[in-house]
């Protein structure tokens, strides 16, 4: 036996079950019916049939029998049978109140089997997985709890439920859980029972009873045993046998911290790739903080740029992107599993877990859309360099193995077209949408991308001396400019209201409190950067515009000029 390691969710087979066979729908004979069948099955499958064509034989499951979960299964069906019996005929019993007598034996019934697998269990020793061995217990204290309440021991069915520690061990199952789908049974387990501890405690009439919370009416329970003798036997069993699984689980649960708040995860997985991009991350922005970008793109005394370092950075934003889409996988996994989970079973803290995912989630996407930003405004500043040294005959380009062919104004396009696309989905992420000084930064930030791309075209279409097309794309410029300096100014003022309470911050909300200021100062000076360049342009555009004009209308006065007399007059006539 001791090669053996016997591993049974109690919580996942009767979930399982109970919403397959009938319980969903309150249809208890229909499920006592299943198990019936379910139990013959298995007696078939580990030779232990009671029923021979002679008489019945009645054999009991010992530990010599078990090779598998098999065994366990047999007495797990056997006190379901037994208790959605009893569910059954507490239905049947409101017209007929002698059922009550019976609805209590077969609830005894599911108590003495679940005792039995208890023992059975325990017997097993460390053949059994400390999981199943708690789950087991707590399943054990479950049964207990429901024969005490239907023959109102109100006190000692309280003791079942929430001091004995029947929540206590689903708690900690809860928390040391290795998938979103167990920790919601748990949760759902502690959910179904929460009724009956408060009706318990009403009934008692324990302070408090109908409107504290049920963990406060636990502790309650807590404290006022104190005095017993064999007070926290059963928490300190469940801390020794989950000091194992807590160790392993030590390293897996970390926070992620964003805009003020702390969300933990518990993937372990997810966890270390967001450090190992961390580490890449930290790698690149110090790369960007030795070269400047404007120092990047400088003629050296040769007359040429060198595309090197460019080349370097651009490399480390393609593992830095890469990282983060290898953690927006392992996210997106973990939101389709809680999915899945939620629709099976729903309990009260799965809003809270799902809440907890998206916001991982969110702070995932918007990080690897931030730097995806970054590497096209780099990508921009290269191609800009690379066309002004095409077009001056004396200055040559190294490219570094960027450019594999000449670029065009329509590659500068396309990327600030992709730098808006990133602004739109990080303005929609779930996380952001309720965040109003971020939502009014990025929509900022969009207009100032559009404000950069109109200008661009402008310049594109005075080079090809469209001179009336280039006036109407900076008029739009300097459209998209005044909404961004809306934007800017609902955000400042947004910030120095949030700013401006007096309720305790955290060290976080400081740090985002600050990164908030830094990125409102930035748009300010970026928006007076670009207003000034944009009216520039504007007037010399204006200015051009009309040079050409009036020498227009001086080649149509000495043409008339040139003209004799009839021909004016015709040209007059006509």
Avoid at 57 to 72: G, R, T, W
Wanted: glycine letters at 4%.
């Amino acid at each position: 036996m001791a090669d053996i390691k016997i591993s049974l969710s109690i919580l996942a087979v009767t979930n399982d079950s109970r919403n397959m066979y009938g319980i969903r729908h309150l249809d208890y004979q229909r499920y006592r019916q299943f198990c019936s069948r379910k139990i013959h099955r298995l007696r078939k499958r580990t030779g232990l049939i009671q029923n021979t064509k002679k008489k019945y034989e009645k054999k009991e499951i010992k530990k010599y029998f078990v090779k598998d979960d098999s065994a366990l299964q047999i007495l797990l069906f056997e006190t379901e049978r037994a208790w959605s019996f009893a569910n059954q005929l507490k239905v049947e019993s409101d017209a007929e109140p002698r059922k009550r007598h019976h609805l209590v034996s077969r609830l005894r019934k599911a108590s003495k089997a679940a005792a039995e697998l208890q023992a059975l269990c325990l017997e097993l020793g460390d053949s059994v997985e400390t999981q199943t061995m708690l789950e087991v217990e707590a399943y054990s204290l479950n049964m207990d709890g429901f024969v005490l309440f239907e023959i109102q021991l109100w006190q000692q069915a309280l003791d079942k439920f929430a001091s004995a520690s029947h929540r206590t061990i689903y708690t900690k199952l809860a928390g040391t859980a290795s998938s979103a789908e167990f920790e919601t049974l748990c949760h759902s387990a502690m959910d179904s029972i929460d009724p009956n501890i408060r009706y318990c405690a009403y009934n008692l009439k324990l302070k408090g009873g109908q409107s504290l919370d049920v963990g406060e009416l636990i502790e309650m329970q807590r404290k006022a045993a104190e005095a017993g003798a064999g007070l926290n036997l059963l928490t300190a069993k469940v801390e020794s046998l989950l000091n194992k699984t807590r160790h392993e689980k030590a390293q897996t649960v970390h926070s992620v911290t964003w805009r003020g708040q702390v969300v933990p995860t518990k993937n372990n997985k997810l966890v270390e790739s967001i450090m190992a991009t961390e580490q890449i991350v930290e790698v690149l922005e110090a790369t960007v903080k030795t070269n400047a970008v404007e120092n990047l793109f400088k003629i050296s005394e040769s007359g040429s740029i060198d595309f090197s370092v460019v080349s370097d950075q651009l490399q480390l934003f393609d593992k830095v992107l890469g990282a983060y889409w290898e953690a927006t996988k392992i996210a997106e996994a973990d939101l389709k599993e809680n999915t899945i989970a939620t629709a099976k079973v729903k309990s009260s803290k799965s809003d809270e877990t799902t809440a907890h995912l998206n916001f991982v989630f969110a702070y995932i996407t918007f990080n690897r859309l931030q730097k995806t930003m970054q590497r096209n405004l780099l990508l921009i500043e290269a191609t800009k360099a690379k066309l002004t040294a095409g077009s001056t005959g004396s200055v040559s380009a190294k490219e570094g193995g960027i450019f594999t062919k000449k670029p065009k104004g329509e590659d500068i396009i396309r990327l600030y077209d992709g730098i808006l696309q990133s602004l739109r989905e990080a303005k929609d992420l779930t996380a952001v949408e309720s965040d109003i000084v971020l939502q009014n930064i990025l929509t900022a930030r969009i207009f100032i991308m559009k404000a950069q791309r109109s200008q661009f075209i402008a310049q594109l279409a005075t080079s090809n001396k469209k001179l009336k097309e280039s006036l109407v794309l900076l008029n739009r410029t300097m459209e998209h400019l005044i909404n961004a300096r809306k934007e800017i100014e609902s955000a400042e003022l947004t910030f120095k209201t949030r700013n401006s309470k007096k309720s305790p911050k955290s060290n976080d909300s400081i740090v985002t409190s600050q990164l908030d200021f830094d990125e409102i100062s930035s748009l300010k000076t970026e928006l007076e950067r670009l207003t000034n360049i944009s009216r520039g342009i504007q007037i010399a555009q204006k200015a051009k515009q009309f040079v050409q004009d009036q020498n227009q209308f001086d080649e149509v006065q000495q043409g008339l000029a040139d003209l004799d007399l009839s021909e004016k007059l015709v040209s007059l006539h006509f």
